[in-house]
């Protein structure tokens, strides 16, 4: 028996899902994003084709962090140059812009590849209840939500 591995040319149908971030936890968030964007949820998965789906996540400024994270966790970015790193804590960054928030811990769980660039590009964060992908009619992926 041979084993079946996928070419870039068999992997067409690339279907899109929305994902509802209110009240859900963003690791919990980012690792369900991350396997969809890479195809993990699909019997023809291979680590080295980009088999995965596009990824709508609304809500995304109502994302939680469980225990002091909000004040302890730090975003770091550099500019490149001597002295140039910058940090935030997850309060003032959600605060700011929770779109990068979630982007920032998606990029986390992809491969920090070409492939993992090329999924991330298939990944659309909104802050609000509204999106701009209706026509594509996205299918509902439901994560386990925080108790309130």
Known sequence: MRTYTPKAADVTNKKWYIVDAENVVLGRLA????????GK??????PHIDTGDYVIVINADKV???G???????????SGYPGGLRSL????????????????????????????RAQMKK???????EHPHTAQQPETVEIKKIAQ
Do not use: Q, W
Not at 41 to 46: C, D, M, S, V
């Open 31 to 38: 690792t369900t994003v991350a396997n969809l964007l890479r």
């Open 41 to 46: 949820h699909k019997p023809t998965y291979a």
């Open 64 to 66: 939680v962090l469980t």
């Open 68 to 78: 002091n994270k909000l004040d302890t966790k730090r975003a770091y970015r550099h």
């Open 89 to 116: 804590t997850y309060r003032e960054l959600l605060e700011k812009s929770p779109e990068k928030a979630v982007e920032k811990a998606v990029r986390g769980m992809v491969p920090h590849t070409k492939l993992g």
């Open 123 to 129: 990944l659309r964060v909104f802050v609000g209840s």
